[in-house]
């Protein structure tokens, strides 16, 4: 677990990094969301590749490493990068090589632990990765007010190295224990949208009582189905937003120093959020922190839009990204991602668990693919202020649609 701390200082960063040195190379908005567009679509075909090896040859500490390899020739081969198309294609390569350690370090946390620490030990796994992203921001605004872009990403590849050789103290196991609960553990659900849920089907032999649990099926379906559709929107102006956002504070004419401390604080809110809610979450209700988390983040996103249309540039500017950001993709994001993953978790039932979290991932993972791709033109042609207000309202549109899904979900109970 020791070992996310180097990795995540290594890793983190790198998406903003990506935006910010394809405009110093002269790109535009559109290019970096072509690169983080190309990046997710990566990531769909790497996850079955690296799980399918991973299922066959049961070598986590090998493909960990592999994982810190491509890392740190990704960021070699970033720092020697001279135009966007070679940093587009690094990218890509790097959103391949990192997918290598997902799988592993799961199932590493569910082959050392007995299953009732399970929980603690995904929250721990979490834990020492959280503190690595918030020191990576923190490590690279501190950079980078003394050195260029090109010298951050050189000076991240040794955390890399280190993050190798903490691998030495990680143990093969012999025989796989439950291998195939990762598909059936909430907490792996939480980091790679897997998880596991008895849910109580009543019994009955009459006929009655068999049409009543149909009818709740049915029901409970178009639940299902419904959540799918708000979960689709959330993600596209998730997309969005974040695919257009670091271009936009550099278009604002925020040093790189600048854009890395707004971002470390959010994160640093996040953090101190997820920690919170592992205490609190039993005594907070799912729905209406939803709505509040939602709408919080979604009215965020059109007060930056307003910042970018009143503001350029200055003490302003910077003071109001920083404390609306922190609330938005801050203490926002760790609520509504904890309470729609736990909405889902209870939604899938006991059958087709595998089919339906495949289809949820698939949805999140096509909504962010398409959001990032259309922030760029948006951004681009229109401006930033738009792209974030359209962000914005589609947020808060997903209120409608959860509180819709929740009366459905209420229909069937009775």
């Known amino acids: 677990m020791r070992l996310m701390v180097p990795y995540q200082i290594a890793y983190n960063p790198i998406s903003a990094i990506v935006a910010l040195y394809i405009l110093k190379l002269h790109g535009s908005v559109i290019d970096v969301a072509y690169a983080i567009t190309f990046a997710y679509l ?27 390899v491509g890392l740190a020739l990704s960021l070699l081969g970033l720092y020697f990068s001279t135009t966007v198309l070679e940093v587009i294609l690094v990218y890509g390569l790097l959103s391949f090589a990192i997918m290598a350690n997902a799988t592993p370090l799961n199932l590493l946390v569910m082959e050392t632990e007995p299953k009732s620490k399970w929980a603690s030990g995904f929250s721990r796994l979490q834990m020492f990765s959280s503190i690595g992203c918030v020191v990576s921001l923190i490590f690279a605004a501190m950079l980078t007010y003394f050195v260029s872009l090109r010298l951050l990403i050189l000076a991240l590849v040794p955390f890399t190295i280190v993050a190798g050789l903490l691998t030495v103290s990680i143990a093969e196991s012999k025989r796989l224990k439950a291998r195939h609960n990762l598909l059936s553990t909430f907490h792996a659900f939480r980091s790679r949208f897997l998880s596991h849920h008895i849910y109580f089907h009543p019994g009955g032999g009459s006929l009655g009582k068999r049409l009543s649990v149909a009818g709740r099926e049915l029901v409970k379906r178009g639940y299902f189905q419904t959540l799918l559709v708000a979960i689709f929107v959330l993600y596209l102006a998730t997309g969005l937003f974040n695919a257009s956002y670091t271009a936009g504070l550099k278009g604002g004419g925020l040093s790189n120093f600048e854009i890395f401390t707004i ?116 951004s681009f042609f229109v401006g930033y202020w738009f792209t974030f207000a359209v962000a914005g309202g589609l947020t808060v549109f997903t209120v409608y649609l959860f509180l819709r899904a929740s009366k459905i979900k209420t229909r069937g109970m009775k």
């Open 263 to 378: 971002f470390a604080i959010a994160y640093a809110a996040a953090t101190a959020a997820f920690l919170s809610l592992e205490v609190f979450m039993a005594k907070i209700t799912r729905m209406r922190t939803l709505i509040d988390a939602l709408l919080t983040r979604g009215f965020g996103y059109i007060l930056i839009a307003l910042v970018f249309l009143i503001f350029a540039g200055g003490v302003a500017f910077i003071g109001a990204n920083t404390l609306i950001y922190m609330f938005t993709s801050g203490i926002a994001y760790a609520l509504f991602y904890t309470t729609t993953n736990t909405l889902v978790f209870s939604a899938v039932g006991n059958s087709n668990k595998s089919h339906k979290l495949g289809i949820y991932s698939g949805v999140m993972g096509l909504g962010t693919l398409i959001g990032s791709l259309l922030s760029g033109y948006t």
């Open 42 to 68: 990566v990531v769909i075909p790497a996850s079955v590749f690296w799980g399918e090896l991973v299922e066959r040859y049961h070598r986590r500490r090998l493909f960990i490493n592999l994982s810190f």
